[in-house]
């Protein structure tokens, strides 16, 4: 399951699982997303 902070964070809760092990993780990713619209000139696009 995951969740979006309102710093643009994506917040994730699982599990990592390996034979008989079973952890409990909380993967944190940045996005980097400011919120803007983002304008690419005709001539790179």
Known sequence: MGNIT????????GYIVKENLKEKVTLKIDTGFTGYDV??????A
């Open 6 to 13: 309102q710093s643009d964070e994506i917040i994730i809760d």
């Open 39 to 44: 304008a690419i000139p005709s001539n790179i």
